[in-house]
Structure formats: structure tokens, C-alpha cells
């Protein structure tokens, strides 16, 4: 059974910094894309950033040159640093996991990223 668990988001003022995990666990780790999605209240999900098995990253062009995403596979983990965080920045975060050449996908459960002004 496919489990992806986040944690790490919580309340920050605006500038400062979290790192956001997502630790996989009933997957081949290293066959899957892993990718974060944030959305807010009356909003469709946004996209936020992607690394794939290979470690090809795409990143939205909101969040360019303030966020990181990387992948451990040893730990079966993959992380979102935000840095520079901005009040719109506030959403709920939620991992996915996209196994390779397919429409297999998987979702965590979200956490809550709040950014005061």
C-alpha cells in the first residue's frame, strides 16, 4: 500500500524558511517521479516543482530561485525547501508520487504552510 507522508510545514513570517518532507513508503522509490502541489482555500491545486527518477527538475515560475526540491533514496524521502517565503506563498502543500511511463499516482495528505506579513 502506497503511503506518502508530509511534514515540516508550520507558521513563519514573511522571509524566512521551511523544509517540507515527504517520506514514500510501499513504492520502488527510485521508479517514481516525485513533485509537490500547494492549493488554497477556492483554488484548483497548483503545481510547484518536480524531480524526476533521472533528477531532472522543473520548478513553477513562482517559486523559482526560492524553493529547492531534491530527493534522498536511501531515505525514500523527498523534500521541498522553501526559502524567501512570501504571504501567497501560504497553501496547503501536498506530495505526490508519479511512477515512470505511467498514470500511477499517488498523494499525501497535505501539509498546512502559513506565511505572516
Known amino acids: 500500500q502506497v503511503q506518502l507522508v508530509e511534514s515540516g510545514g508550520g507558521l513563519v513570517q514573511a522571509g524566512g524558511s521551511l523544509r517540507l518532507s515527504c517520506a514514500a513508503s510501499?513504492?520502488?522509490?527510485?521508479?517514481?517521479?516525485m513533485g509537490w502541489y500547494r492549493q488554497t482555500p477556492g483554488k484548483q491545486r497548483e503545481f510547484v516543482a518536480t524531480?524526476?527518477?533521472?533528477?531532472?527538475?522543473n520548478y513553477a515560475d513562482s517559486v523559482k530561485g526560492r524553493f529547492t526540491i531534491s530527493r534522498d533514496g536511501a531515505k525514500n524521502t523527498a523534500y521541498l525547501q522553501l526559502n524567501t517565503l512570501r504571504p501567497e506563498d501560504s497553501a496547503v502543500y501536498y506530495c505526490?508520487?508519479?511512477?515512470?511511463?505511467?498514470?500511477?499516482?499517488?498523494w499525501g495528505q497535505g501539509t498546512q504552510v502559513t506565511v505572516s506579513s
Open positions: 510501499g513504492i520502488v522509490f527510485s521508479l517514481y517521479a
Open positions: 524531480i524526476t527518477r533521472g533528477g531532472t527538475i
Open positions: 505526490y508520487a508519479k511512477l515512470t511511463l505511467s498514470t500511477i499516482e499517488s
